[in-house]
């Protein structure tokens, strides 16, 4: 189902993190150093990306900051799309509270011809992504209200320039 959800998002997409706190663990002890999105789509027929998360950190946010990136995936329709990607990527590790202005910790990517990660990959998944290292401090968000029920919510928002 998780599949079909993200063929059919249409570049907005919210990815579940369940089982955050072993998934945490698990990236401390490195058992599990990134963790991957599904596949999300900016249209039935439009690009494909997927998010790589390191809970405990990357390079010079190791244990201090979580690290997002996007990457371009292979689709169906890559032959009649335009290459490089260009838009804008919106990425937010959500507040799950029932506040009325909640504090979304976002970060925002612009995609431009110049960046390698937004060419036509060459593999299923290409191996050079486009985010950051110091996404937010690992103590603010591996807490309330960005976890609730031991799960995190990680959004997507990819806008294609016309």
């Not at 998934?23 to 999300?40: E, H, K, N, W, Y």
Request: hydrophobic letters at 45%; charged letters at 15%; glycine letters at 6%.
């Amino acid at each position: 189902m998780s599949q079909i959800e993200a063929r059919l998002c249409c570049g907005t997409y919210q990815w579940k993190i369940k089982q955050f706190r072993r998934r945490r663990q698990d990236a401390i002890t490195g058992a599990m150093v990134a963790l991957f999105s599904p596949a999300i789509y900016t249209s039935l027929d439009g690009y494909t990306f997927r998010i790589r998360m390191h809970l405990n950190g990357v390079n010079r946010g190791m244990g201090t900051h979580v690290a997002i990136f996007v990457h371009m995936m292979q689709g169906e329709c890559d032959n009649r799309l335009a290459w490089p990607f260009t838009g804008v990527i919106t990425l937010s590790i959500l507040d799950q509270s029932a506040a009325k202005d909640p504090k979304d910790v976002t970060q925002v990517v612009v995609a431009s011809p110049k960046l390698s990660a937004f060419r036509k990959p060459a593999a299923i998944c290409s191996q050079i992504g486009c985010g950051f290292e110091l996404f937010a401090p690992i103590d603010q968000i591996c807490a309330e209200p960005f976890i609730q029920n031991n799960t995190m919510l990680v959004k997507i928002q990819i806008s294609p320039l016309p």
